[in-house]
């Protein structure tokens, strides 16, 4: 199953394709400060919630890491939403009214957005 997970996630790399964002947002931070501006503390680490099934967790990884590739749209859509951030997905599901948005996670949020998004698509 390991391999599967590899094999899911094996892509071309092109060091140019990326840059360092942390580098640039302590940089942003630090000028913000600088200029008297207000600045957002950072979320706090998720805390583990008990004991965690290595072999499901596994399972599910392997499951995300074929989704894209596997199913199109809805895949890309899912997708988009979990490189946003826990406030950019907060602020989405509040304006599309999402019930029970402030006691989700980054992933709850981001699945209830994709199903909000296919229901609206239907009808």
Do not use: C
């Amino acid at each position: 199953m390991a391999h599967q997970l590899i094999d899911a996630l094996t892509t071309d790399w092109n060091p140019e394709d990326f840059h360092d964002t942390f580098q640039e947002k302590v940089k942003a931070l630090i000028e913000a400060k600088a200029a008297g501006e207000a600045v957002e503390k950072a979320e706090p680490a998720a805390q583990p919630a008990g004991v965690v099934d290595l072999m499901e967790a596994l399972r599910a990884s392997v499951e995300r890491a074929r989704s894209p590739k596997d199913t199109g749209d809805k895949a890309r859509t899912s997708g988009s939403l979990r490189s946003l951030t826990k406030t950019e997905l907060y602020e989405k599901a509040a304006a599309a009214d999402i019930p029970g948005r402030s006691s989700m996670n980054h992933d709850q949020l981001a699945d209830a957005l994709t199903h909000a998004g296919q229901g609206r698509r239907k009808t």
